[in-house]
C-alpha cells in the first residue's frame, strides 16, 4: 500500500506491505486530516519512527466480528492493555501500556490502510458525510475540556486561539450558552467564527482579573500569559495545547489567587458523533484542502503555512 | 502600646498609639503566632510596612456592638468591601479592596492590641484553650483544600513537607480517611507525625505516577518536582505554598497527563474551630515556644531556624 513514512525528522512517501490486523481491525482509509501533532512528530518534538497520522474516517475491510465488514467507522487513538491501573480506573486513555495511532508505538491514517482494536471503533451515522466524520477526533478532543470543567451558562470564558482545534473548541463551548469571547489572529479564523455568530475579542480589550474560565489553545508563552492576566480569583485555566520546552514564570500569583489549571488531551467520541448528527457543531467549513495521498508531502508543507486550516489527504 | 514593626525589611519593637477603631472592634491580643508569611515579610518578600502577625486569639475590648465585648475571639484575615465583583460572587477572601492583617494594607498582630470589623470575627468556645485557638487560622488555611478538591476515603494523598502548616495539613488530610503519606525532613516532624499515627514515607519509597492528590507544602522546585513525578494521570497538585521568584519547567506533560494544579490560600473558620471543639485536631504539640512580646525579635530568629514548629508571642 502506499503510506507516508517519517524516520529521522523526514517524511517520505513509500509502497509498505498491507498492515496484518493480528486480531484487530482492518480499515481502509477514505480521509484523513494533517493536525498539529503531526507537524510537531516531522519537526522531530516526540520520537516516532512509522505512518503518522491518526484523524481518519474509513472503512473496515478485515475484522474478529463479521458485523464489523463493511461498517464506516471513525476510531479512538490510544490502543490500550484493559488491566493496568489506569485503565481499571476508568482512565483508558492514560493506560501505562498504551500505544498511539500515528504517535507512539503503532503506524497511523496517512496510509491506504491501516489497523485498530474493534474497542476502539465507532461506527459513523449515515448522516454524517465523510467531510465531516474525518474532524470526529479532534472535535472529541475539544469536549474533553467540557468533560473535565463544568461550564456554566454564566460562565465569562475565553479562549485564545482560533487554529483547526481552536476552531471546534469556539463551536463547542458555544453550546453551552456562556459568555465566549475567542482571540484570534488571522483572517479567516476571524470569519468563520464571525459566521457562527461567535464574539472575538482583541487582546487589548480583554479586562484582567475577570473571566472565569480561559482556553489556552495557542500552545505559545505569550498565550499563556495572556490567560493568566484574563484569570479572575479562582478562576480555570484550561491548556488545550503542549508545550514546546520549557517555560519560566512566577508561581506565587497563582497560589494567592487560588487559580485552577488544568491539562486536556483526548475527548469522548459519542458525543461528537451526536453533535456531529444533530448538527450542532459544523467543522466542513475548516476543510481547507484535500490532497490525494500521492501529494501526502505538498499536504504537510501547506498544512505548515500559519493560519492554514484543515488540510486532508484522500485515500 | 508596645507592637512590632517592620520597615525597610527591619524589625524593631516600638511603642505606638493604641489603634483607633473606627467602627471595627479593638481587640486586645492574647497569644499571637509567628507564621511563614510573617518571616517572608521581613526578608522583603511582600512589600508591607506597619505592624506584621495574622494569626492570634483575643479579647473584644471595643465594638460597635456591645454584645461582642468582652468576647474571646479569632479573626478571618481578609477585610473585604462586600460589593465588589469577588465580594458578591461568594468569593470574599479575594476581594479587589481587601487589607489584609499584618499583611496588605493593615496593621497585625503582633502587638497589644489590633482591630478587625466585626464580620471578621469568631467566637472562640471555652473548651478551646488559647494555645489552640491560636492555630485557628492555620488550621482554616490547610482545610481550604478540603473546600476546593474532593478527597477521596480510596485516594492516595501524598503531603509533601510537614513543617508549621504541613503538619495541620496531614492532621486534616488523616480524617478524611485517605491512604495518606508524607515526606518530612526533620526528626522533630517526624515524631509528632508518628505520635498521631500519620505515616511517613521516604522520597526514594514514592512510586512515580501512583498518587491521586498531592500537596506541595514546601514551597521549593525540589518539592514541586517530586510532587509531578508522584501524580498519576488525571491526578490533583494542590499548590499550598507561595513561591519566591520564578519557576522554569516543561509543561507538556501536565498538558498530556491532563493533570489539574490547583493555588490553595486562606481557608473557612467555622470548620476549624469545630474540629478543635471536636478534638479531631490537637495543634497545641507544635507550639514550640512562648516569648513575651518584648522578645518579638528573638521569637523572629528563632521562628526562622529551619525544622522549627510554632512560635507564639505571648501579650
Redesign the interface.
Known amino acids: 500500500m502506499q503510506a507516508v513514512w517519517l524516520e529521522h525528522q523526514t517524511l517520505s512517501l513509500r509502497a509498505l506491505p498491507l498492515p496484518s490486523p493480528d486480531g484487530e481491525a482492518l480499515i481502509r482509509i477514505c480521509l484523513t486530516g494533517i493536525c498539529g501533532t503531526d507537524l510537531e512528530l516531522a519537526r522531530g518534538y516526540y520520537p516516532f519512527t512509522g505512518i503518522p497520522g491518526h484523524e481518519f474516517v474509513g472503512k473496515v475491510v478485515e475484522a474478529p466480528q463479521v458485523e464489523w465488514i463493511g461498517q464506516r467507522v471513525v476510531g479512538e487513538i490510544n490502543a490500550v492493555c484493559g488491566v493496568c491501573?489506569?485503565c481499571r480506573a476508568g482512565?483508558p486513555t492514560?493506560c501505562?501500556q498504551r500505544t498511539v495511532l500515528g504517535i507512539i508505538g503503532r503506524n497511523g491514517t496517512h496510509a491506504e490502510y491501516t489497523r485498530l482494536p474493534l474497542a476502539n471503533l465507532h461506527r459513523v451515522p449515515d448522516s454524517i458525510p465523510d467531510e465531516a466524520a474525518v474532524f470526529v477526533e479532534p472535535l472529541a478532543a475539544a469536549l474533553e475540556i467540557q468533560q473535565?470543567v463544568q461550564i456554566h451558562p454564566t460562565d465569562r470564558v475565553l479562549l485564545i486561539g482560533a487554529g483547526r482545534l481552536g476552531q471546534l473548541i469556539a463551536q463547542t463551548l458555544a453550546l453551552t450558552g456562556c459568555d465566549l469571547r475567542v482571540v484570534a489572529r488571522h483572517p479567516r479564523q476571524k470569519d468563520l467564527l464571525h459566521r457562527r455568530g461567535i464574539r472575538l475579542i482583541a487582546e487589548d480589550e480583554i479586562l484582567p482579573?475577570?473571566w472565569d474560565v480561559v482556553v489556552e489553545a495557542t500552545g505559545s508563552p505569550s498565550g499563556?500569559d495572556l490567560a493568566r492576566r484574563a484569570l479572575?480569583?479562582?478562576g480555570t485555566l484550561v491548556?488545550?495545547?503542549?508545550?514546546?520546552?520549557?517555560?519560566?514564570?512566577?508561581?506565587?500569583p497563582?497560589?494567592?489567587?487560588?487559580?485552577?489549571?488544568?491539562?486536556?488531551?483526548c475527548g469522548p467520541f459519542e458525543p461528537a458523533l451526536r453533535l456531529l448528527e444533530q448538527k450542532e457543531v459544523d467543522p466542513t467549513p475548516l476543510l481547507e484542502k484535500r490532497l490525494p495521498l500521492s501529494q501526502a508531502l505538498e499536504a504537510y508543507q501547506a498544512a505548515q503555512q500559519p493560519g492554514t486550516l484543515k488540510i486532508v489527504l484522500e485515500v
Request: no cysteine; proline share 3%.
Open positions: 491501573e489506569q482512565r492514560h501505562e473535565q482579573r475577570r499563556f479572575r480569583p479562582r491548556l488545550k495545547s503542549t508545550y514546546r520546552g520549557e517555560m519560566t514564570l512566577a508561581w506565587s497563582f497560589v494567592v489567587d487560588e487559580i485552577t489549571i488544568i491539562g486536556s488531551r
